[in-house]
């Protein structure tokens, strides 16, 4: 077992979105035009380039562990699940009640952190503990959200939640509201072990392995793999690629192309047509994200071939193209459902209850056998499956769904 300051470390490098993290920011230099990291040379072999700086083994070792492991909570609530809990007391935290929460939000820049958003306001009204919600959005700029946490440690919070934006810039002024005020960070990492609790999914490496893997075992040996990426130097980004790389150079597969599409539908299916055009046919297509997935799939339609394996995610637009062309797929999930974690994290610290250092999330993958569970008929084309939303007040209609 890695020591805490170790894994939170480690997590800094693991938390985000998902997935959904087109308009993310990077504390990293961008990798070359080969996707391999500035300066390194491509391999030969396998054409999947350098392994990224942000790969670290025992991180690696860690997740594809707990992709094993048994998580421990209610069966029916995966938010209050957690896998390996190292538990931390709070009794310095405690303090009646009502309470007043504050929050500081990257962005809502995306679906997938919209519709987290809505996830965790439903979570915040279920309980009448909790008088007033706070909550700043920094649009995605790091500079605003350092100003937000200023903010928000003058307002009388009694915690302090933060999806940060970038992990390294944010790193100082979490820091600095530690002292002040308990904090809960998820999502994204920091480079500080002193929030009380950092609640993330497994990580980016399970992601990327769960997708790679699935091509591995579904495609002929020498069969051409296309890789596509949406932003470098984006920490859960990386691990995603970094998981794939480890499955892909260990196969008989042959990586033809490592590209990036700022995840963007018209550019995701241009890269797409130009490699088939390339190379005749693709034989899988591996994705650090989803949101693109059907746009890459529509590609090889308008081509007039079919469809090879491919990797997308939870969001409802890939799983209906999923079960309407009948397609050789996997989903791997950054689940929307860790957005309520933080709210019930907080109330737990505030009433003195013990809580994990790091509180890793189950992270299940949407296959064949349980696609037809995830697809939610009446749900809205960006509509992230694993919400955890369907028993709160306001579902579907809060979430764009009809009932």
Known sequence: MLSYSRRFLAAAALAVLTLPVAACTSDKPAPSASGAPAGSAAPADKGTGEQSKFFVQADYDAQMAMRKAQPTGPSDKPWEQTIDPQLVDTAEHKKAGPYHLCFS????????????????????????????????????????????????????????????????????????????????????????????TFIKPIGGYAFGAAAAEFLVDKVPAGGKILALRILPGVDVLETRWSAAKV????????????????????????????????????????????????????????????????????????????????????????????????????????????????????QPAITEENLATYLKPGMPPLHYALCGCEDLPGYPEKWGGTS
């Not at 996830?119 to 008088?131: F, G, N, R, S, Y």
């Not at 919070?157 to 809960?184: E, F, H, M, R």
């Open 105 to 196: 939000n990257a962005a809502v820049d995306n679906p997938w952190r919209q519709v987290g958003w809505k996830t965790m306001q439903a979570e915040v009204a279920l309980h009448k503990e909790i008088t007033k919600f706070t909550a700043l959005d920094a649009e995605g700029k790091d500079d605003k959200q350092i100003s937000d946490i200023a903010e928000l440690t003058g307002k009388g919070c009694d915690a302090l939640i933060v999806s940060p934006n970038t992990t390294a810039t944010l790193t100082p002024a979490i820091s600095g509201a530690c002292p002040k005020v308990p904090v809960i960070v998820f999502d994204r990492g920091v480079q500080t072990d002193c929030p009380v």
């Open 247 to 362: 499955a892909f150079d260990q196969s008989d597969l042959q990586v033809v192309g490592v590209e990036f599409t700022d995840g963007d539908a018209a550019k995701t299916k241009s890269v797409v047509s130009d490699y088939i055009q390339r190379y005749g046919k693709l034989d899988g297509v591996w994705m650090d994200a989803g949101a693109t997935a059907v746009a890459a799939v529509e590609a090889f339609e308008d081509a007039g071939q079919p469809v090879p394996p491919i990797n997308g995610e939870d969001q409802q637009d890939f799983l209906k193209k999923w079960s309407d062309a009948k397609l050789t797929a996997i989903a791997p999930t950054y689940p929307t459902y860790q957005w309520r974690t933080p709210v019930i994290a907080a109330l737990r610290i505030l009433k003195g209850e013990q809580v994990p250092k790091v509180w890793n999330l189950p």
